[in-house]
């Protein structure tokens, strides 16, 4: 589950090489987990390997021999003279007892299947010349191809495409997954991203103590909250989701079933005077109150049971909106901030910062998308165009306190103290209004339970993540809430819990 950038991964080559393991030794494991993959990916039919200068021309030509052994058809294409390469893998190519075709797209001819062994995860200029003919050449020869670590042209840390990059339909990484496995476009150029084992020992990550994580559940099953068999409605927390004016009800109401759903005992919707009919007639077991202003918010929030809040989902863009934000805070309440909440601040963020970083040990998530993202984070956005998302977030959180999660296909939630995670199980009709509201109250909902801020977004955007994929295409917010008893009781029987 962890994510490792190229230096961190080179890292974990140099300890357990350091530690008595050749780094031949490394590359023979690896290409021969390509050549396995290969099998699995063709039965029969030739293979050409197209393998670069470095390392991962080396993996090319250990996976190479290790085909041809098993009788298979396979020719190499080079990028460079053979004699010219050093290293390991000068030995991995001493390995390869056939001829080299020179470095021509025509050499590729009509394989069954191309391998991609020309750049590694840590290219970090733009690919031109004749190894962008090659790639352009590769993505057009229409046989299937499989990624060494990263497709070539992929930044390995960033996932941004470096000018052009190889289309796979599997890629070959080792040990852990880099960024650019799970960030876009980078993933969207991986295919199915095989982790193979090549002898590395998971103890060198005690010493490169990586902060980036893949979300998955592995990763904050000991967060994950479960209802004891004595507890009560109480003992799992009471949320709040504000409301804006009677035109805009509908989001507070998905935010809040969102947060009854996701296991808070109770929810209240805070709704002006003039909505209260309206979220009355259409709530049941999410009870409304009234509050119009700040001051009505602050006497609601004297009761200390109202332990976790979201503001955003229709709340409305300004003053008002600003003025129940610092109310909140004030109050010391776990605290989710989205949509209208977060663009009501655009033009002066700090304040915002400021008050939450005088909070102790403040719980808070704000959830931007990457049209609110910049607004408040433009120094994080507009002004550093090559930072990858991950970066951007981590930024972000650092600069205002409070957890960051960034939606997207590859959301990234990252936390004050550097933890980041970034999630790939969204599928695309996710992206439907409303979804992110579900998903702010779901939040909220761990929050009433206890859950750390970092943990509680994590598992939001991977059950929301779930849900629709429970749901399926034709996705509606609506659905979201209807399909997380099924991700819930999934979740249970993975973590052996008895329901």
Not at 234 to 249: E, F, N, Q
Not at 363 to 387: A, C, I, W, Y
Request: charged residues 20%; hydrophobic residues 45%.
């Amino acid at each position: 589950m962890e994510v490792l950038t190229t230096t961190e991964m080179e890292r974990a080559d140099r300890l357990t090489i350091a530690s008595g393991t050749p780094g031949f030794a490394l590359m023979m494991s690896a290409g021969q987990a390509v050549a396995e993959a290969a099998m699995d990916l063709v039965a029969e039919g030739p293979i050409v390997v197209v393998s670069g200068r470095g390392n991962n021309g080396g993996d090319g030509f250990v996976a190479a021999a290790e085909l041809a052994a098993r009788g298979r058809d396979v020719s190499v294409i080079l990028l460079c003279e053979r004699d010219s390469l050093t290293g390991d893998a000068a030995l991995a190519a001493r390995g390869w007892k056939y001829p080299v075709l020179p470095f021509n797209p025509q050499a590729i001819g009509k394989p069954a299947l191309i391998i991609d062994a020309l750049f590694g995860a840590g290219l970090n200029r733009p690919v031109n010349g004749d190894p962008l003919d090659m790639i352009e050449a590769v993505n057009a020869n229409g046989a299937p191809v499989l990624a060494v670590d990263l497709p070539s042209g992929i930044n390995g840390t960033s996932g941004a495409v470096m000018g052009a990059a190889i289309d796979a339909v599997e890629t070959v990484t080792f040990f852990r997954r880099k960024p650019a496995h799970l960030l876009m476009p980078g993933r969207k150029h991986c295919g199915h991203v095989r982790v193979a084992d090549i002898g590395i020992d998971a103890l060198v990550l005690d010493e490169i103590r990586p902060q980036t994580f893949e979300n998955v559940p592995e990763a904050w099953q000991q967060s994950f909250p479960v209802p004891g068999i004595d507890g009560h409605k109480y003992a799992r927390g009471h949320a709040v989701a504000v409301c804006g004016d009677l035109t805009s009800t509908g989001a507070a109401r998905l935010a809040a079933r969102g947060a009854l759903r996701a296991g808070a005992g109770l929810v209240t919707v805070a709704s002006p005077r003039d909505a209260l009919v309206v979220n009355a007639a259409a709530l049941t077991a999410v009870m409304v109150r009234a509050v119009d202003t700040p001051v009505e918010f602050a006497d609601m929030l004297n009761d200390k049971r109202l332990n976790a809040i979201v503001i955003g989902p229709g709340a409305g863009v300004g003053a008002r909106t600003r003025d129940l934000v610092h109310t909140a805070l004030s109050a010391k309440r776990s605290l989710v901030l989205d949509a209208d909440a977060l663009t009501s601040f655009a033009e002066a963020p700090d304040r915002l910062f400021e008050q939450i970083k005088a909070s102790e040990d403040p719980q808070v998530v704000l959830t931007p998308h990457e049209g609110e993202f910049p607004r408040l984070f433009s120094d994080s956005s507009n002004k550093h165009p090559g930072r990858s998302k991950l970066e951007r977030v981590r930024a972000a959180a650092e600069r205002c306190g409070a957890v960051v999660l960034l939606k997207g296909p590859d959301t990234v939630v990252a936390s004050p103290d550097g933890r980041a995670s970034i999630a790939s199980n969204a599928p695309p009709w996710l992206a439907t209004a409303g979804a992110g509201d579900v998903l702010a109250g779901m939040i909220a909902g761990f929050l009433a339970q206890g859950v750390p801020a970092y943990e509680a977004a994590c598992i939001g955007v991977w059950m929301h993540g779930e849900g629709a994929r429970e749901a399926g295409p034709g996705l509606i917010a609506e659905d979201l809430t209807e399909v997380l008893p099924a991700v819930l009781r999934r979740l249970y029987d993975a973590f052996g819990i008895d329901y």
